[in-house]
C-alpha cells in the first residue's frame, strides 16, 4: 500500500522517460540443452551396427527388474496379519473346540 506521503505525480511515467529494465544473468545463451532430435542425446548407429551399452546399463536392468520381481514374488508370499484373517482362525478354533460344524453347508431347496 502506499504510503499519504508518496505523491501519485512521482509514479506516473513522464513522457520521454523510459522504464529501465533489469535482466541479470541473461547472457543470450540458452540455459538447458536445446532438443537435437535425437534419444537421450545419443546418435543412432550407422546402419547395420548395434548400439554398445554403457557399462552401468546392465547393472540397472538387473537391479530394476530383479528388484520388481522380488518385491512381486514377497508381496505375493507375505503372511496375512489383517483383523480379518486372525478373528477367522480364532473363530474356527473355538468351533472346532465346542464341536461345531466350521464349514456352512447350505440347505437343499
Do not use: C
Not at 499519504?4 to 513522464?14: C, E, G, V, Y
Amino acid at each position: 500500500m502506499l504510503s499519504k506521503a508518496t505523491p501519485l505525480r512521482s509514479l506516473r511515467i513522464q513522457p520521454g522517460r523510459q522504464v529501465a529494465q533489469k535482466r541479470f544473468a541473461s547472457h543470450g545463451a540458452p540455459h538447458y540443452n536445446e532438443p537435437s532430435g535425437n534419444i537421450f542425446g545419443e546418435k543412432p548407429p550407422p546402419p547395420g551396427q548395434k548400439r554398445v551399452k554403457e557399462d552401468w546399463e546392465n547393472i540397472w536392468y538387473i537391479g530394476m527388474y530383479g528388484t520388481l520381481a522380488l518385491t512381486g514374488l514377497l508381496l505375493y508370499y507375505k503372511p496375512d496379519t489383517s483383523i480379518q484373517g486372525w478373528a477367522l482362525k480364532e473363530a474356527k478354533a473355538r468351533m472346532e473346540a465346542r464341536g461345531e460344524k466350521v464349514q456352512y453347508e447350505s440347505p437343499r431347496l
